[in-house]
């Protein structure tokens, strides 16, 4: 494989796409599960000195355990990290007193909902990234073709700096491989920002099997 088929094949990688999607995504899912968490946690430590606190904070952490595994799925489709289907630590064998005290005492309990705090900052910034860079190729790319089919002033605009293409058929052919190149560049950052997201996802809502 040369260099150059690695860098134009990320476009044949399905999971590129899921990978923008989810960036896409994120900011909505972030903000919800932090609203959610924050919530929740604020509601059930205001309230245990009450008896209603009790099952609220259990009713709590199990809505913590249930958006692990809706995250789960979204992860798994999107960016194809493989995660399990239900919690590993999932025994029905057990009395329903000893699981409910593991509900409270399983570490994964506990980063699952550090995850759906850490949802919103990295949400906000996975959004903001793809719709930047997105946004920046595109109209690098499209801007020779508005300039071509006389669709108004086509220019490229900087702070105050109007570079006019019309006109000037190597700014456009320039523009249009810019725009070409940082499309390509944006769906690597995108492939990247699914792994590192997978890996954060897999080792903050799954628990591995004990022997």
Known sequence: RTLAGRFFGVAADPHTYGSLFYMLLSMATGIFYFTWVVTGASLSAGLLILIVGIPLLLLFLLSVRLLSLVEGRIVEVLLGERMPRRPLYTQRDKPWLTRIGELF???????????????????????????????????LMVAPLASLLGLGPAGIHVEGLVVDIAGNWWLALLSLLVGTLLLFVTLHVARLVGRFHGWLAKHLLVRTAVV
């Open 105 to 139: 005492t399983d570490a994964r309990t506990w980063t699952a909902a550090a995850y759906l705090l850490l949802m919103l900052p990295l949400g906000i910034a996975y959004f903001t990234v793809v719709v930047t860079l997105l946004s920046v190729a595109l109209a």
